[in-house]
């Protein structure tokens, strides 16, 4: 019983610190239920989802000349991608609701450490949920393509990581300099 109310202690102490670490002013513009900066706000998205990292599926459609995409497989991945962001946007809702009983929980004294674990678990899985959604979008919108395509599309986006890292590392030369 100890090392729980320890662990729940602790688990408190870290969301508080987070919290003020942010500044205590509760929902940021930028900022998800956890914390975390969205990106997605600004057109910047990601593999993983709002963290900013990619999704790995609109890059597909971005390089539909230079992979040669028939007319069918552009309407297909239209439609994949369509229907991802839909359930994408139910999907995130859930999450952040979570996020706020959560946080509305740890904050009251008087909520029951059941109750409170119970909410750890609904947001980890709704969180956990997405991910995996974001993984089958992705392998649906990789099935789309021929084997040649694919091959084609990892060159462009190993061309483009090149050339993204080069410019940071000009960036950062510059900015040591001035």
């Known amino acids: 019983m100890k090392h729980l109310i320890t662990a ?22 930028g900022m998800d239920n956890f914390g975390s900066h969205k990106m997605m706000q600004k057109g910047q998205h990601g593999q993983f989802g709002p963290q900013g990292k990619r999704d790995g599926s609109s890059h597909i459609l971005r390089f539909a000349d230079e992979i040669n ?26 999450v952040k609701k979570a996020g706020v009983t ?10 029951a450490e059941k109750d409170v ?45 090149d050339r993204e890292v080069e410019e940071r590392k000009v960036i950062r030369r510059r900015m040591k300099k001035g």
């Open 8 to 29: 729940v202690l602790i688990l408190a102490l870290t969301a508080g610190a987070a919290f003020a670490q942010r500044g205590g002013h509760g929902f940021e513009p």
């Open 69 to 94: 995409l028939s007319e069918e497989q552009r309407q297909t991945l239209k439609d994949l991608q369509f229907d991802f962001k839909l359930e994408q946007i139910d999907r995130q809702a859930e």
């Open 102 to 111: 959560l946080k509305a929980l740890m904050r009251d004294d008087a909520a």
């Open 117 to 161: 674990f119970e909410a750890i678990d609904k947001a980890s899985d709704l969180k956990a949920d997405l991910h995996k959604m974001r993984y089958v979008h992705r392998k649906q919108m990789r099935d789309v393509l021929t084997e040649e395509q694919q091959t084609k599309l990892k060159e462009l986006r190993w061309d483009r990581g």
